[in-house]
C-alpha cells in the first residue's frame, strides 16, 4: 500500500482513494513494497494515563474518551471560527467493506483502528501508513444480531483488547499485532457475540456480551488483562428475584398494561426461564474509580416481543446497573421498562457527570439516552431517578401492546437512542444525543425457546410510505430541556463527540460527516465520505496538530451504505 507522506491539499486528499490498496489477507502484515514498516517505540499506556485520558488533548486512551465516557476533547485548534477550513489528510482503505462502528484508539501518534468481522489495523495517525493488520482466525460458530460489527479495541500497557464474533477475547501486542492470549467468552452455539469494545480498568478487563435476541443469560465478566483469567461474573439475569416488584408503570409512571394475575400464575408454574431471559450488554461501562464502583445498561429480554414465555419484570434487562469493580457484587439497579414487549432497551453507553439536583445541589450522577427518547439522569451513589427529559422525539401510543396484526407504538423498536454514545460539553451543560425516528407496528406470536437461534416471538415492521428521519437533539442535563435540535433526512446511529473548540461532531448515512455549533447547532462544516458515517468519531493531536477521525463503512442494521474507509481530517499548514 503506497501512501503520500502529508497529502494535504484537497485535490490530493480527495485522490488518495485510488492511491490505497487492500492489502492481501494475512494474520499478521506489514507495509507492502516498502519492507516492514515498524512502530518504533512500544506502546506503554499506565493506569494513570487511562485515568486522565479525558483531560488531555493528545492520545485518546478510551472508546468513549475516559472512564467517564464524556466524549469530550479539550482541543481547541479545530474550532466554530475555523472549522469550515477543516480539510481531509488522509483517507485508509480496509479490506473489510461492511458495516463500521469503530472508534479508533490513539497513543503518541500511533492509531488502532477494527472494522467489521473483528481486523484491526495500526496505523500511523498523521499520514495512514499502515504498521501491522491483524485478522482473527473466526471459530465454526458465529451468531450475531445486527451486523458483524466491531467498536473498538481497549488498551493498557503494551496490550489491545477486542472481543470477537465467535465469543472470545482476545489480547494482541501492541506493537506488532501478534497474539497473546484469548479466553473463550461464552458459547456462540447458544447465541453469544461480541461487538463492544472492552474497557480496561487496574488490571481488568470489563466486557459484556450480544445475545439478547437468541435466549441467552447476560452478563458482564471482569478478565485479568496479563494472562486472561476469569476473574468475576455479574449476571444480568439473577437466578432468584428476576421477578421484581411486579411494576404496573414505567420508569416514567406510564402505565404499561400488564396482566400481572396472569405473569404470576405464570410464574408459580415455571421459574427456570432465567437461563434464556436475554438481557444483553451492547456497549461500555462507565467506570468511577473513586467508589469502585462501574455502570453498565442491559438489553432486552428474550424472546423480544412475547411476554408469556417470560412473566415478571424480568430484572436486569432494560436496567442501568451499578456492581463493584473489584468483586463484581451487585450494588443498585434501575428498571425502564419493566416485563419490555417492544424491544425498547438500554443499550447506549452510560455517562458520568454532575447534575443539579431536584435543589439545585450538584450531586455526583449517571445518564443514560434511551430507546424511549428520554434522557435519564440518575443519583450516582443510589441509582434513584432525579429526572428524565423531555422526549427528544416523538412518542404515540405508550405502551400499546403488540397484537398478532400488529399494533402501531412509536417510538419504533430501533429507537430514539439506539447504541450510539451521546457526547457532552461542560460549558454549555448539554448532552448530545442521535436519536432515529423510524415508525413501525409490533407483531407479537407465540414462540418456544429455539436453543441458540433469533428468538423474537412476533415481528416489528417498518411502516411503509411512513417518513423516517433522524435528530441531534441537545439536551441541558440540569433542566431535561431541548435546548435546540438538528433534524436530519436519515435515522441517526453512530456516535457523537464534543470538543473544546464550541464543535460536535456526528455522521449520518447518506455518508456526511458533520460538525455543528456546540451551542447552538448551527451547520458549519460536512464532508462527504461515500459512505455511511456510522462510525465514533475521535479527536487526537500529534505534534501540536489536531486531527479529527471518523469511520465510514455504513451500517448493517439501517442498511446504509457500505464502506471500506477510514477518514482524518486537520486544518492546512
Known sequence: MQVP??????????????LMAAAPAQEIQGQRNRG????????????????????????????NGGYAQQRYYPGTQINAGNVKRLRPVFLFQTEVRESMETAPIVVDGVMYMTTAFNHVYALDATTGQEFWHYKHKMGAITTFCCGPNNRGVAIEGGK????????????????????????????????????????VADGKVLIGTNGGEYGIRGFVKAYDSKDGKLLWTFYTIPEKGHEGVWAENDLTGRNMHRDIAAEKAALARDSSFYQTLGGGVWMNPAVDLKTRTIFFVAGNPSPDLFGAERPGDNLYTDSMVAVDLD??????????????VWDLDAVSAPMLVDVRDAGGKMVPAVIHGGKTGHI??????????????????????????????????????NGGVEWSPMAFHPKHRLAYALNLHQPMTYHVEASKYPGGKLWLGGAFKVIEGEKQWGRLAAV????????????????LIGGALATGGDLVFYGEGNGLFRALHAGNGKLLWEFNCGAGANAMPVSYSVRGKQYIAMGC?????????????????ALPD
Not at 5 to 18: I, K
Not at 162 to 187: C, N
Not at 476 to 491: R, S
Open 5 to 18: 507522506t502529508r497529502p494535504s491539499p484537497w485535490l490530493a486528499a480527495l485522490g488518495l482513494c485510488a
Open 36 to 63: 516492514p514498516a515498524m512502530i518504533v517505540k512500544a506502546p506503554d499506556v499506565s493506569q494513570a494515563m487511562l485515568n486522565d485520558a479525558d483531560r488531555q488533548s493528545t492520545n485518546w486512551l478510551h472508546t
Open 160 to 199: 489491545l483488547f477486542m472481543g470477537t464474533l465467535d465469543a472470545k477475547l482476545v489480547a494482541l501486542d501492541a506493537k506488532t499485532g501478534q497474539p497473546l492470549w484469548e479466553a473463550q467468552i461464552a458459547d456462540p452455539e447458544k447465541g453469544y457475540s461480541e461487538t463492544m469494545a472492552p474497557t
Open 327 to 340: 468483586t463484581g457484587a451487585y450494588k443498585w439497579h434501575s428498571q425502564y421498562i419493566a416485563h419490555d
Open 376 to 413: 435519564y439522569v440518575h443519583d450516582r451513589a443510589t441509582g434513584k431517578l432525579i429526572r428524565f427529559s423531555e422526549a427528544m422525539i416523538p412518542q404515540e401510543n405508550m405502551w400499546v401492546l403488540p397484537t398478532a396484526n400488529g399494533a402501531r407504538m412509536l417510538p419504533g423498536a
Open 476 to 491: 441541558n442535563i440540569d433542566t431535561g430541556k431541548l435546548a435546540w435540535k438538528f433534524d436530519t433526512e436519515q435515522p
Open 553 to 569: 463503512g455504513g451500517n448493517t442494521q439501517l442498511d446504509f451504505k457500505r464502506g471500506n474507509t477510514l477518514a482524518v481530517f
